[in-house]
């Protein structure tokens, strides 16, 4: 009897660890890779890696530790269940070596996105009306509204009159947000609202985290966003087809994620931020510098000609 190849996939600390391994070339050619195709998006996950690795922001020792921080954010969890406000959650085993594909600075800690948030929900998806929804009508969220990096509240199928809204998964201000079905390279992508419109629903695509008031919701975001993050979906959604994968809510409360001080958090997002102004600014400069050579290219061939 012949025996049987097992292929063994890499885990997520392998693919992780090669991507890091890419970082100084990087670095290393950030002119050169600016102007060369995608090399602006490069860039935008360069400055991601970096910045939930802790290599893009000074350390400050008089920080409190993400040990500490944890402990309000289970305290705050404990007191919500005792009041009857949020359900028992099961407990989630703390990532595996393995699954911790990066070492953390002293003072942070490797956990689970499910240790972070009080409840998750998905929404409610009925048959809508193809076309947005008209001003003061509801609508539905498609998996596109969340997709991208910003929120998009335009992204919405109109309800029909005949249905009755269910205000309960009416999207409000702050909220965290992801798709739990899109292609693979969309899939549990995820934004944090800002100023939320009125009468717009969550799908039941579209998952809905209350993130603990101790952690910062911007920088979590920034978190599942990165290459590690996008690695464990990768690795733990169903689904045969790249254009359609999904993702369980189970899979995404175990993803791994690393916790910082909550005041490094915010210098993090900060200067995520600055660096992403600047990023799109050069962007802007690339397409108009393309844009004036392809003039003059246009203007040489006219006087040749």
Not at 21 to 40: D, R, Y
Not at 111 to 126: C, K, Q, R, T, Y
Not at 253 to 265: D, G, K, S, Y
């Amino acid at each position: 009897m012949s025996a049987v190849l097992k292929v063994q996939e890499p885990s997520a600390q392998t693919l992780v660890r090669e991507q890091d391994q890419q970082t100084p070339h990087l670095l290393g050619n950030f002119n050169v890779i600016a102007q060369a195709p995608g090399g602006v998006a490069r860039l935008r996950e360069l400055i991601l890696t970096l910045a939930v690795q802790g290599k893009l922001v000074a350390k400050d020792l008089n920080d409190e530790p993400a040990g500490a921080l944890l402990k309000k954010i289970r305290a705050e969890k404990d007191r919500l269940i005792a009041e009857g406000k949020i359900r028992r959650d099961k407990p989630l085993a703390e990532p595996t070596e393995e699954e911790q594909p990066f070492g953390l600075p002293r003072g942070w800690e490797w956990v689970s996105l499910g240790d972070l948030v009080n409840a998750s929900e998905a929404g409610w998806s009925p048959t809508c009306i193809g076309s947005p929804r008209r001003s003061g009508h509801w609508g539905v969220l498609k998996v596109s509204a969340v997709s991208w990096g910003a929120f998009d509240a335009n992204a919405n199928k109109e309800l029909p009159a005949g249905l009755a809204p269910r205000q309960e998964y009416e999207v409000q201000d702050g909220d965290f947000l992801l798709s739990r079905a899109n292609t693979e390279e969309l899939v549990a992508r995820s934004v944090v609202v800002g100023k939320a419109e009125p009468k717009l629903m969550l799908s039941d695509k579209i998952i809905r985290l209350d993130v603990s008031i101790h952690m910062s919701r911007l920088f979590l975001n920034l978190c599942n966003n990165a290459s590690h993050s996008r690695v464990h979906y990768a690795l733990n959604a169903s689904g045969t087809s790249s254009s359609m994968k999904n993702v369980s809510r189970e899979v995404v409360l175990r993803t791994p994620m690393p916790v910082p001080p909550l005041a490094e958090q915010s210098r993090i997002v900060t200067r995520v931020e600055e660096l992403s102004r600047l990023c799109a600014d050069l962007r802007a400069r690339l397409i108009a510098s393309q844009s004036t050579q392809a003039q003059l290219a246009e203007a040489l061939v006219e006087n040749v000609a």
